[in-house]
């Protein structure tokens, strides 16, 4: 058996960098989302090493030891940060010559030619489930039987195995939060709309809309909503509850919980049973009756993407979500005290200076508790990429995601609208729907309701002005 070290490497102060995050960048608000793709299959092989460098602060310094301790090194990669970990995998490699090193993540499992060949560090990459690919690998298995990666063999040529079969029986997978206890430090991970300290975990794969952009469903999770069972679920939840009696709420970062209803009000009943506080990710389609079966078993919170105020918009990137629909679930969740983080994204593809007024009317108007406002992200294997190339509205040689600060950039440009549009319509939308007197009234009430809570805006006020002005300067 290999000794493994799983790494989320060193990368920009405040990089959450895609081991579970939405997309990988440095965030307005300083937050950390737990490394569950690491996690999971670290949970298959209980003599591995998770180190999730980020969050726990760490520097190169702290982690290179750990070169000549292991046999295989597995990093979590993406399009953003692929060019820092392959100079941490050379650090590595230089340490160790004899370490085994592969990639994981949406970017090789899209790109894994492209990857070895501008690696060459790297022994292998990992494809679509790649939970069980690396444990065989860590065991022993010969490459050339391993399903679902692409390898460099003896002679360096390049050599792509048979796809892994998709897991259906979701069961299979051991619990992530026995990795969480064992290797991280709880309070390391903090959200702006989440309760801290939070645990968050996935309940299932996959997505069933086919949103353009969206990178997960198109690359590596499916469009079949693949399920834990209701008893397993509620199972880690029980264990996730002794191993830390700390927590305040949990998280359950599939795509889409919602897109199984009668599942959702199940796993919400037993919930409520056990007294819990709880999230996660819904579409704005479900209805009041759910809402409430929701709300009454421990639903505080739901994140749920919007992205545009525009109608022909969520049309142009097959949203299959209508404006009139979104406002009826969001005033069901305001009456039954659900709160929102809506999540919305500029310059997708029929952005314009009027489109972007007609979203930042439609946040006021729905007024979510928070938002979160993102750069339309073009990332390999998506529809949006492909588009994006095909009409130019993309320079491929120059395709970067952030900057050199780890912010993220407008990569998408219009004949009617420039990256410079694009970028500045960021703060405008933070601008409009934060400094309303009534929203600012409803964030001061909540302060004075809460001392903890005023410490911990204040905290997120100064990182998100600090934060615009970084991205004035770069």
Not at 17 to 44: D, H, N, V
Not at 81 to 88: A, C, I, T
Not at 214 to 223: A, F, I, K, M, S
């Amino acid at each position: 058996m290999l000794k493994t070290l799983f790494l989320q490497p060193p990368s920009f102060d405040g990089f959450d960098g895609g081991a579970g995050s939405r997309y990988q960048a440095r965030r307005e608000i300083k937050s950390f989302w737990f490394p569950t793709w690491l996690a999971q299959p670290a949970a298959l092989l209980p003599d591995s090493t998770l180190i999730d460098a980020p969050p726990a602060r760490l520097t190169m310094a702290d982690v290179l030891p750990h070169a000549k301790t292991h046999d295989l090194l597995i990093i979590h990669t993406s399009t953003p940060s692929f060019g820092n970990d392959v100079k941490v995998a050379e650090a590595f490699k230089a340490e160790n010559p004899n370490l085994m090193i592969g990639f994981i993540g949406a970017k090789v499992a899209v790109q894994p030619e492209e990857s070895l060949s501008r690696a060459a560090v790297l022994d292998f990459v990992a494809g679509n489930e790649f939970d069980f690919t690396i444990k065989e690998i860590a065991e022993g298995k010969p490459f050339a039987e391993v399903d679902g990666i692409m390898y460099r063999d003896a002679s360096g040529q390049l050599i792509k195995n048979k796809d892994r079969a998709i897991l259906h029986d979701m069961d299979q997978l051991p619990f992530v939060t026995e990795v969480y206890k064992k290797h991280l430090r709880l309070e390391d991970y903090f959200i702006g709309y989440l309760m801290h300290p939070y645990v968050s975990i996935y309940t299932g794969r996959g997505c069933k809309s086919r949103c353009t952009f969206c990178l997960w469903p198109q690359t590596v999770g499916g469009h079949t909503y693949r399920t834990r069972s209701v008893e397993n679920v509620v199972a880690e939840i029980r264990r996730a509850k002794e191993l830390f009696p700390q927590v305040k709420e949990f998280m359950f970062d599939d795509d889409t919980f919602t897109d199984n209803l009668p599942r959702a009000e199940e796993i919400a009943r037993e919930l409520g049973k056990m007294g819990i506080i709880w999230s996660c990710n819904a579409k704005a389609n479900v209805p009041y009756s759910t809402l409430k079966i929701l709300k009454e078993n421990g639903l505080r919170l739901l994140l749920v993407g919007y992205e545009s105020g525009n109608q022909q918009i969520l049309h142009n990137i097959k949203k299959g979500m209508r404006i009139e629909v979104a406002k009826q679930f969001t005033k069901d969740c305001h009456a039954l005290g659900i709160k929102i983080h809506g999540t919305f994204i500029v310059g997708l593809p029929g952005e314009t200076q009027e489109t972007l007024k007609e979203t930042i009317e439609f946040a006021k108007e729905i007024n979510p508790h928070t938002i979160q406002v993102s750069l339309a992200a073009p990332y390999p294997g998506t529809f949006l990429y492909n588009q994006a190339v095909k009409e130019g509205w993309l320079d491929i040689e120059h395709a970067e995601l952030i900057d050199e600060h780890g912010v993220q950039i407008a990569p998408l440009h219009y004949p009617h609208l420039t990256h410079t549009e694009i970028f500045k319509s960021v703060e405008t939308i933070y601008r409009s729907f934060y400094f309303r007197p009534s929203k600012i009234f409803s964030i001061l009430n909540e302060m004075i309701r809460s001392p903890q809570m005023m410490k911990r805006r204040l905290r997120e006020g100064l990182e998100f002005f600090a934060f615009l002005k970084e991205r004035k300067t770069a």
